[in-house]
């Protein structure tokens, strides 16, 4: 009986030094056999797509200033104005050519177009009269300066209470109610300040200078109001650049962070314009962000 029971028990023993083992042993195996799995190559099914570069763009210098003040500061400088403006010219937006097709006799023999009509069946409405009407921002030259731009690039934009109007000279803002010019300075003394804006990049670009081609939007649904200002600096160069202004507020004679983003090349790089390259007559817009 001793006898035949002896062998069983060895056999027993055996089974449970193997599970055993196999227990001790399972964590090494499953750390190999992932390792084997990460060294296969992958197939094109398994292998993630490939996304090209990002980098956001980061602007080279940001300043904060205040609106009236820099026009007091402007104004308190002594004037350098003269008798008579002298003209600068300011380049003109680069055209696209357009082949010179004449008409076909088809295209010359079809009717005018008809006058549309409303669904009521009348002639369209004319636009009701202005509430008010008064003598916005004149073609004038530069604050303390005799310069005039040729051509003004005349925009603006009207808020709340308020009316911020540009020329490629002069940034003024006028009381919305009565026209009342409330403050003026040169579109040069805005952005001055982006050049003492710490730290820059490397190589440092050249001062902002020649300011041109100003862009301006009122945004009604961003925290109460705010104004967004552009305009572009130091054309047909390396520095030249982008210049972006957000309001505080809604109060144009307030505070504006500023930003300007270096965008030009410098003439004699591959691939770059003999001349210099720059973002030429920008547009300006807005959404909910």
């Known amino acids: 009986m001793n006898q035949s029971i002896h062998p069983l028990a060895k056999a027993f023993g055996a089974l449970i030094l193997a599970v055993a083992s196999l227990g001790i042993l399972a964590p090494a195996l499953d750390v190999s056999a992932s390792r084997e799995a990460r060294q296969q190559p992958q197939t094109v099914q398994d292998k993630p797509s490939a996304q090209a570069p990002m980098q956001p763009i980061r602007p080279a210098a940001v300043v904060t200033v205040n609106f009236e003040e820099l026009a007091r500061a402007e104004k308190r400088r002594p004037s350098a104005l003269q008798s008579e403006a002298e003209p600068l010219e300011i380049h003109p937006p680069m055209t ?29 409405i004319g636009s009701p009269a202005p509430a008010a009407s008064f003598v916005a921002q004149l073609d004038e030259p530069k604050v303390g300066t005799p310069t005039r731009a040729i051509p003004p690039d005349t925009t603006g934009a009207v808020g709340a209470t308020r009316i911020f109007s540009t020329l490629n000279t002069n940034y003024r803002i006028q009381n919305k109610a009565d026209g ?34 100003p862009r301006i939007q009122y945004d009604p649904y961003t925290g109460g109001g705010r104004w967004i200002v552009a305009a572009i600096s130091n054309s047909r160069s390396a520095s030249a ?49």
């Open 180 to 213: 009342a010019a409330l403050s003026t300075m040169s579109i040069d003394a805005f952005w001055a300040p982006l050049n003492s804006a710490t730290p820059g990049p490397s190589p440092a670009p050249s001062p902002v200078t020649g300011v041109f081609d």
């Open 241 to 289: 650049s982008v210049l972006v202004g957000i309001s505080a507020t809604s109060d144009p004679q307030g505070t504006f962070t500023l930003y300007r983003f270096v965008v030009g090349c410098a003439a004699g790089v591959e691939g770059c314009d003999a001349s210099g390259e720059w973002a030429d007559f920008p547009m300006l817009g807005f959404n909910k962000n």
């Open 96 to 124: 696209i050519p357009e082949p010179d097709v004449p008409l076909s006799s088809s295209e010359l023999a079809k009717p005018p177009l008809d006058v549309p009509r409303l669904e009521s069946g009348g002639d369209l």
